[in-house]
């Protein structure tokens, strides 16, 4: 996800300078450090992830991987 980010979406450009600063003007700066929308998407893929290896087939279990990372793009 993080290549595809860096190639689709950032098409390749990255502000070196504001990924070291603690400046609340910089352009990777989050809400105390943490980006809330990451952790809300990361805890959501792992509840249904966790939901389909528990309560699925032992068939869907496999590709509980790929079920997080699609919903972590949505």
């Given at each position: 996800?993080?290549?595809?980010?860096?190639?689709?979406?950032?098409?390749?450009?990255?502000?070196?300078?504001?990924?070291?600063?603690?400046?609340?003007?910089?352009r990777y700066h989050y809400k105390?450090?943490?980006?809330?929308?990451?952790?809300?998407?990361?805890?959501?893929?792992?509840i249904v992830g966790m939901i389909?290896?528990?309560?699925?087939?032992?068939?869907?279990?496999?590709?509980?991987?790929?079920?997080?990372a699609g919903l972590c793009r949505?």
């Amino acid at each position: 996800m993080l290549i595809a980010d860096y190639y689709l979406v950032k098409r390749r450009r990255v502000v070196v300078d504001d990924l070291y600063t603690l400046n609340a003007e910089g352009r990777y700066h989050y809400k105390k450090g943490y980006n809330p929308i990451a952790i809300a998407a990361t805890a959501i893929s792992a509840i249904v992830g966790m939901i389909v290896v528990f309560w699925g087939s032992s068939e869907a279990a496999t590709y509980t991987w790929f079920i997080g990372a699609g919903l972590c793009r949505v």
